[in-house]
């Protein structure tokens, strides 16, 4: 049974990547929910890392992986404001994360473009959760960036 609905656990995700803009990363924020709790909570942080590899989902993976004590997150349930990239889809199809659920789509870098079979065959994906409140957020941070 469902204690929150995708739509609260999106927006919990959405509140991380309020704080990825507020500190000048492109705005995109991750949960990953076990059991109805959320065990980890990430934004982008490339910039403040010096990191390529430092995008929400990467960091909200480690950070499960962690929280359980184990590495692989057939259980759980990953939130993102957007569409995986490819690098990211191949760290959940190695998490084996159970179920994907993201906001706004990625037509340029996103996973499914590129190679709709990145992830895990078991993992359930859906798309499209409060895709407006994040790609309004993304498209705030990108014209603020080019005046």
């Known amino acids: 049974m469902e204690l929150f609905s995708h739509e609260y656990y999106m927006n919990e995700a959405l509140k991380q990547a309020k704080y990825a803009f507020e500190e000048g990363e492109i705005p995109v924020g991750a949960v990953i929910v076990s059991n109805n709790r959320i065990i980890a909570r990430a934004y982008n ?4 890392l ?5 995008h929400a989902e990467m ?3 480690t950070s499960a992986a962690n929280s359980l004590g184990a590495k692989y997150l057939t259980d759980c349930k990953m939130y993102v404001t957007l569409e995986p990239c490819q690098m990211c889809a191949g760290a959940l199809f190695w998490a084996q994360i159970s179920e994907l659920h993201f ?4 037509p340029k870098r996103g996973f499914m473009k590129v190679n709709s079979k990145a992830l895990h065959p078991k993992t ?4 499209g959760i409060l ?4 790609e309004s957020l ?3 941070f990108f014209n603020k960036l080019r005046k």
């Open 45 to 48: 942080q490339t910039e403040k």
């Open 50 to 54: 010096h990191d390529v590899t430092a």
């Open 59 to 61: 960091l909200a993976i």
């Open 103 to 106: 906001g706004a789509s990625d």
């Open 124 to 127: 359930k994906i859906s798309t």
């Open 131 to 134: 895709a407006e409140q994040s």
């Open 138 to 140: 993304l498209n705030e």
